[in-house]
């Protein structure tokens, strides 16, 4: 009896649409997952086996390609710190700064709070392009194989989070709630810092991970400003050593030395367990942030 | 404990302009509609106008007036929330029209509650005096005393969301009483709550204000919160002050029509337009009274004027003037009997027992009596004779 009042009556043509959206969720959801497994497959697929096409269940199982990569551990792992340090201080730096802008911006007593959202706007459609930004970043601020090259250049403030955030704090956070804090004597930094912050969760989270993401997969400025290899995060020594890989693999094999070289490497199978390596960290952190991210991604309304 | 100077206090909002490529034409119709309004100028629409006042240290002021008469505005100002376009604000001596709102030690108490949601009652109560780094220990006791006062000690460790609109609003009461401010600001505090609550509130803040002996300004469009908190009344009207003064003078002496219309409320009876005769005797309906020396004195050429009396001033019995019953209603413990009298419709009150509303029924005939010491007289433009 107390199971059936429970159950949610559907009314007629509910049913329906309800197994038809089920249909449509578990295609949707095949779709995402599919490339996935496909990834896991090939990275424990034997090399010879890869080279008719890959497959969802392979000729033959190989772990090469993680052998190939835990021979280089100390190098990786020496990335794989790198690259944490840079994603927990650049998530945490972007967070900060994006959401200090977006204060004033959703603060009607804030006057010229429409000019600054404009210019913010502006530089979110116009920009110098790669070579203004490669000169300024470089000779007027000399990132150039420093750490900064990874934290600072377009990534530690983005001027659409700004916007996400902006929008949560007005349409979210009723304005009386900052005057009560402004009457009962809390300056603006309090008001920050004690309400707007911890009232924001689901943004923060939604755009924390975004930007999280961001740091986490950037390799175009390790490739633009890296060239001490210690310096190299995961997912720019991965690129270095597919191109490594592409380079023997295209070069002159007369030699019999790299023609040696060139057939114990795996190539296939090293990408895709390249791509595996690179996306554990993602996949362990997903499930506890879940709830909040999707929560922000309603509430902001735009991405997702 | 200052007293509150309002100097010459105007508050216009500017028109909203019309720019940008979106809702184009529903922004240029909200500015018609805007235009259209009663007092505006080319600025704006005004909210408050020319409004002088001085709030009396440790008094409790009720500021009434009707929806959207410019009542929050001066408290918005009072508390620094708003800066007037002319005018000045002053605290005794001391300026303080252009001081932040932040330094102002003035509290308030909003209509919505405006509790920090993500904070449990006792952080709530205690935010005041953690922004102001008090320590820990005296900030538990302050806690415990006020918390105690206002019946809130076993939901310390809720959140807002958990607790009733009346717990919500004694959250809001503690947290701004709690640094003990020189001025409170209460802004429609008890709109959304229901009547029994209201009339709770409306006891335990009289009680509050004993105790603390702080000024209390009170923003209300409810004359019955005003008549039973207030020492002072001011009413405002299209953001014109209308009058200012004590319970009694409000309700007995009320300076004009508008002013004993809304203190009145439902119980106001008017007589439009009536006649007065050369020795200064005129009639309402069919029944003959006089008007003194004075107030006839006051009359315009025309001699005609506004009559008004309260429902509690009329009295049905079996003698006077015929009058035909439309229809009773109980109001909490009031009869509110509808009458017709000579094409004049009149609402009575009397006191009396539930029982009592089937003693009237459609169409009945009475006789009524006005008690003539409680005439109210208004010239035509509306104020008192």
């Known amino acids: ?304 | 404990m200052p007293d509150i100077i309002l100097k010459d206090i105007t508050m216009i909002y500017p028109f909203q302009k019309v720019s940008g490529l979106f809702d184009r034409k529903q922004k240029k119709l909200i500015l018609e509609h805007q235009k259209q309004m009663p007092y505006t100028s080319n600025e704006g629409v005004i909210a408050v106008q020319h409004f002088d006042t001085t709030i009396k240290d440790k008094a409790f002021t009720v500021i009434l007036g009707p929806s959207g008469s410019g009542k929050s505005t001066l408290l918005r100002i009072i508390a620094g929330l708003e800066r007037p376009t002319l005018g000045e604000v002053w605290f005794d001596d001391t300026d303080y029209t252009d001081i932040r709102a932040e330094e102002r030690d003035v509290a308030m108490v909003f209509q919505n509650y405006s509790l920090y949601p993500n904070q449990t009652v006792y952080q709530n109560i205690a935010f005041p005096l953690e922004v102001k780094h008090t320590p820990r220990e005296e900030i538990d006791v302050e806690v415990k005393k006020i918390s105690e006062l206002l019946k809130l000690t076993n939901k310390l460790d809720r959140l807002p969301q958990d607790l009733s609109g009346g717990e919500k609003q004694r959250v809001a009461i503690a947290r701004a009483l709690i640094r003990r401010p020189s001025i409170v600001l209460f802004d429609e505090p008890f709109s959304n709550l229901d009547v029994l609550m209201r009339s709770h509130l409306r006891s335990e803040i009289k009680k509050i204000h004993d105790v603390y002996g702080t000024t209390f300004v009170y923003v209300t469009h409810d004359q019955y919160d005003a008549l039973s908190l207030a020492d002072r009344i001011i009413i405002i009207n299209n953001g014109i002050k209308q009058m200012d003064d004590s319970i009694s003078e409000v309700y007995n002496k009320p300076l004009n029509r508008f002013c004993f219309e809304f203190i009145s409320s439902a119980s106001a009876n008017i007589f439009e337009d009536i006649e007065v005769s050369k020795d200064g005797s005129f009639s309402l309906c069919g029944a003959d009274y006089k008007l003194d020396q004075k107030q006839f004195k006051k009359l315009g050429k025309d001699r005609k004027m506004t009559v008004g009396i309260r429902g509690t001033n009329i009295e049905i019995g079996h003698s006077g003037i015929e009058a035909i019953v439309e229809y009773a209603e109980m109001i909490e413990n009031d009869l509110y009997v509808h009458l017709v009298c000579q094409d004049q419709k009149l609402t009575v009150i009397e006191k009396t027992n539930n029982s009592d509303i089937i003693k009237y029924s459609h169409n009945q005939k009475v006789r009524i009596v006005f008690d003539e010491t409680h005439f109210h007289f208004f010239d035509q433009e509306g104020n008192r004779l």
């Not at chain 1, 990569?69 to 994603?87: C, E, H, N, Q, S």
């Not at chain 1, 150039?144 to 990874?150: E, L, M, Q, S």
């Open chain 1, 1 to 304: 009896m107390a199971k059936n009042k429970n159950r949610i009556v559907l009314m007629k043509g509910e049913r329906e649409f309800h197994y038809v959206a089920l249909v449509i969720m578990i295609l949707m959801m095949i779709f995402c997952v599919i490339p996935l497994i496909l990834m896991l497959t090939v990275s424990l697929s034997s090399e010879d086996s890869l080279v008719h096409g890959y497959r969802f269940i392979p000729d033959s199982w190989s772990l090469d390609a993680y052998m190939f990569m835990w021979a280089k551990r100390a190098t990786i792992f020496r990335a794989y710190g790198l690259t944490i340090v840079i994603t927990v201080i650049g998530t945490i730096a972007s967070l900060v700064m994006t959401s200090m802008f977006a204060y004033p911006l959703s603060r009607k007593d804030f006057k010229p709070r429409n000019v600054i959202a404009f210019i913010l706007f502006f530089t979110m459609l116009f920009n110098g392009g790669m070579t203004a930004s490669y000169i300024v970043w470089t000779r007027l601020f000399h990132i150039k194989d420093t750490i900064w090259a990874y934290l600072v250049p377009g990534a530690l403030m983005n001027g659409m989070n700004v916007m996400l955030v902006r929008n949560y704090f007005n349409a979210n956070i009723p304005y009386s709630i900052i005057e009560a804090a402004r009457l009962d004597g809390a300056n603006d930094w309090t008001i920050y810092s004690k309400i707007m912050v911890p009232l924001s969760k689901p943004i923060m989270t939604t755009i924390g991970l975004f930007s999280a993401l961001g740091y986490w997969n950037n390799w175009t400025a390790g490739i633009y400003y890296i060239n001490n290899p210690k310096l190299y995060t995961i997912q720019v020594y991965l690129k270095k050593l597919m191109d490594s890989i592409q380079f023997l693999k295209t070069t002159d094999l007369s030699n019999e030395a790299t023609l040696l070289a060139s057939r114990n490497l795996p190539t296939e199978s090293a990408r895709m367990a390249v791509a595996i390596i690179a996306l554990i960290p993602v996949l362990m952190i997903y499930p506890f942030i879940q709830k909040e991210l999707i929560k922000g991604m309603v509430v902001g309304g735009v991405k997702g």
